[in-house]
C-alpha cells in the first residue's frame, strides 16, 4: 500500500483537510468525521514494494520495484445514516 499519498475531503477545493491515509499507523492522525464532509477515498496497492517514484513527466507514478499496481478512487459523503458511496456505477 503507497504512503506517500492519500485521499482527502473534498469541498470547495478538490483536495482539502483532512487527509485519509490508506493505511493504519499508531503515528497517524485519527480524523474525525462528521456529518456533511465528503471525502475522496484513494487506495494505491502495489504487488511489491510501497515505495514509489514519480517519472519524468510529473504525472506518471510507479514503483521502485517496477511491479504492478493498481490505484482506484471512490467518493462517499458522511450522512446521518453512515457513509454513502457517491461514485457508484449503474
Request: proline share 7%; with cysteine.
Amino acid at each position: 500500500m503507497v504512503r506517500d499519498y492519500c485521499g482527502h475531503g473534498v469541498g470547495l477545493a478538490v483536495h482539502e483537510e483532512p487527509e485519509i491515509p490508506n493505511y493504519t499507523s499508531s503515528y497517524l492522525p485519527n480524523p474525525r468525521l462528521r456529518e456533511g464532509m465528503v471525502l475522496a477515498i484513494e487506495p494505491m496497492i502495489n504487488l511489491g514494494t510501497h515505495k514509489v517514484k514519480v517519472l519524468a513527466n510529473d504525472w506518471t507514478v510507479v514503483t521502485m520495484d517496477g511491479l504492478p499496481s493498481a490505484h482506484f478512487e471512490d467518493t462517499v459523503a458522511c450522512t446521518k445514516n453512515g457513509l454513502e458511496v457517491l461514485t457508484v456505477l449503474d
